[in-house]
């Protein structure tokens, strides 16, 4: 089986695109429409690779689920690469990925699909 990615993503369109991109690639994405159930996913799961996040959602935003992790020792023991993938291209939004240990930090409009299997690559393999 592939590396196994979490995607927690609000638009079901964008969610959709990402996954079957990927699983022609031979990932296995799970898909959490919001940062809740993304969080869920992960207390039950564990075995993720990765984690693509993007930040507006509702429930639990991406910071959200990015401080949930880390507040979280069992998560954060995971030492899970985290990307946010997201609309937000503010500096100051950047700023408080990277100061909340993302490893990354992609604008959606900026990215094409094989960006985006370039950065899972990078951080899976």
Do not use: W
Not at 17 to 42: F, S
Not at 57 to 77: A, Q
């Amino acid at each position: 089986m592939g590396k196994k990615i979490l995607l927690c993503e609000d638009s079901a369109f964008f969610a959709q695109a990402i996954a079957t991109v990927l699983k022609t690639q031979g990932y296995l994405v799970v898909h959490a429409a919001d940062g809740q159930i993304g969080i869920n996913l992960l207390k039950e799961q564990k075995d993720f690779d990765l984690i693509l996040c993007d930040i507006m959602m509702p429930n639990l935003d991406g910071f959200g689920v990015l401080k949930e992790i880390n507040r979280d020792p069992e998560l954060s023991g995971l030492e899970i690469p985290f990307i946010f993938l997201t609309g937000v291209s503010d500096v100051d939004s950047m700023d408080k990925g990277n100061q909340l240990g993302a490893k990354d930090y992609f604008i959606k409009s900026n990215v094409g699909m094989d960006k985006i299997i370039d950065l899972v690559k990078k951080y899976t393999e």
